[in-house]
Antibody, heavy 121, light 111 residues
Framework: QVTLKESGPVLVKPTETLTLTCTVS??????????VSWIRQPPGKALEWLAH???????SYSTSLKSRLTISKDTSKSQVVLTMTNMDPVDTATYYC?????????????WGQGTMVTVSS | QSVLTQPPSASGTPGQRVTISCSGS????????VNWYQQLPGTAPKLLIY???QRPSGVPDRFSGSKSGTSASLAISGLQSEDEADYYC????????????FGGGTKLTVL
């Protein structure tokens, strides 16, 4: 069974750096046919893609947030980590990680439950 | 302001067929495939349609997708109460360095 689970702080202060971890099971981050994306959703608003990473360490970032994001993976721990610098209240959102697979043409086929992050002093 | 444009709401009665539109541009829908996601209240999104019209295993054939030019549509036939959810379209956008872009979401109400 494929699962993804996000973890990280519930509350961060403005200007701080957010670090989120996605722990996957049921597939390997070394699988050439798969990748992992981070996507967020502010309360009551639409989904917004943030970044993705593939087994060969190929990375891509949202154009609008590129300067603040870093994505990395630890294959041995089955973890994908996203850091976002200079957090602001507008970054308050539920953050999801999701698997991407070549069999679904890299659509986000399995999602984690999400983790809610609030930015407030 | 989302890159892909969806109607904010749609509705139908049980058994009806409803469609949800998604409009984009040549850099996204016009040159790449479209995926659709269903988000039930309080839950994570779920992949409903990929590559314009392909259903993942387990998705009922009541759900279908299509694409023409820079627009796409999701159709739901035989509407059921459990279909009440938010629906999002998404596509890769080739402009700048490339982004996955989403629509603003359509809230489907089953009357």
């Amino acid at each position: 069974q494929v699962t993804l689970k996000e973890s990280g702080p519930v509350l961060v202060k403005p200007t701080e750096t957010l670090t989120l971890t996605c722990t996957v099971s049921g597939f390997s981050l070394s699988n050439a046919r798969m990748g992992v994306s981070w996507i967020r959703q502010p309360p009551g608003k639409a989904l917004e893609w943030l970044a993705h990473i593939f087994s060969n360490d190929e990375k891509s970032y949202s154009t609008s947030l590129k300067s603040r994001l870093t994505i990395s993976k630890d294959t041995s721990k089955s973890q994908v980590v996203l850091t976002m610098t200079n957090m602001d209240p507008v970054d308050t959102a539920t953050y999801y990680c999701a698997r991407m697979t070549v069999t679904a043409n890299f659509a986000f086929d399995i999602w984690g439950q999400g983790t809610m992050v609030t930015v407030s002093s | 302001q989302s890159v892909l444009t969806q109607p904010p709401s749609a509705s139908g009665t049980p058994g009806q067929r409803v469609t949800i539109s998604c409009s984009g541009s040549s850099s996204n829908i016009g040159s790449n495939t479209v995926n659709w996601y269903q988000q039930l209240p309080g839950t994570a999104p779920k992949l409903l349609i990929y590559s314009n019209n392909q259903r993942p295993s387990g998705v009922p054939d009541r759900f279908s997708g299509s694409k023409s030019g820079t627009s796409a549509s999701l159709a739901i036939s035989g509407l059921q109460s459990e279909d009440e959810a938010d629906y999002y379209c998404a596509a890769w956008d080739d402009s700048l360095n490339g982004d996955w872009v989403f629509g603003g979401g359509t809230k489907l109400t089953v009357l």
